[in-house]
């Protein structure tokens, strides 16, 4: 018999550094998980994962366990990371702040190609350009 769901919490945490602290802790602690057993098993999985921020999607059941499914670093933060900014533009239509080529352009959207809703390069490549330019980013070639 399958266990019932009571809840699932979508969160961004960075990655092998989950601790009991807000937004972990209180998240996970009003549904009554186990919050160090959550962190240990999450830091476990996503130690060699980098700088980045990691989307976790934990589903907690009925009798308070839990599993959890991480996703890839959002595509801001690839896009951050492979020209070397720390935040987007404040006015992307006037204030560019670095240029992504299309290898990059290429490389960050078979990254992230398994949670985006589609199976095309193409396809995946024009997300990453689009949420490059709301950032302040010129794609070149």
Known sequence: MAKKIVGELKLQIPAGKANPSPPVGPA???RGVNIMEFCKAFNDKTKDMGNFNIPVIITVYQDKSFTFVTKKPPVTDLIK???KITKGSDNPLKNKIGKLTQSQL???AKTKMEDLNTSSIDE???IVAGSARSMGVDIVD
């Open 106 to 108: 290429e490389e960050i």
């Open 28 to 30: 996970l602690g009003q």
């Open 124 to 126: 995946a490549k024009k």
């Open 81 to 83: 990371n492979a020209i």
